[in-house]
């Protein structure tokens, strides 16, 4: 049995890049910055990052298109794919790309590219029913008492 899995938590690069294939069907590529932080043998603290192309196909390309902004932060699960072609000067050119399968994107960050706090203009509105919130692990949930009308009761089960 073989897997061929990956996950990438990291930013968008870039605005995706859209388009139709002959067949009708939606494909959408961008890439994903992924930092790493590590100490050398002196001690000095070191920094590089990583850059992954990712290709989303279908609903899921709509979906990228329409809603991912650069510099957001997206959690990616995909397969890895390699694909070679024949380049124009005659030698063989290879990338290797993240086929997503499923992505979910990050809080939407309240910066714009200079550093200053955007006044929602220029980002799209998500509406309101696909918004995910974001629960802290330290938050209390509270439950109302008249909204619970359908928690289950032992005696409503028919066995």
């Known amino acids: 049995m073989n897997l061929n899995r990956v996950f990438i938590l990291g930013n968008v690069v870039a605005q995706p890049e859209a388009r139709m294939t002959p067949s009708g069907q939606t ?20 920094e590089a990052a990583e850059f992954h192309s990712i290709v989303a196909w279908g609903r899921l390309a709509e979906i ?24 124009p000067d005659g030698q063989k050119k290879y990338r290797t790309e993240i086929v997503a399968q499923n992505f979910q994107m990050g809080p939407r960050s309240g910066r714009n590219q200079e550093g200053g706090i955007n006044a929602q203009a220029s980002a799209p509105k998500t509406p309101a029913a696909e918004e995910i919130p974001i629960i802290e692990e330290d938050t209390p ?10 928690e289950i009761k032992p005696e409503d089960i028919p066995f």
């Open 27 to 46: 494909v959408a590529t961008f890439r994903v910055a992924t930092n790493r932080v590590w100490k050398d043998q002196a001690g000095n603290k070191q």
């Open 64 to 87: 990228a298109r329409q809603y991912l902004t650069k510099g957001q932060l997206i959690f990616v699960e995909g397969r890895i794919q390699t694909r070679s072609w024949q380049a």
């Open 141 to 150: 949930i509270s439950f109302d008492e008249e909204k619970n009308n359908d």
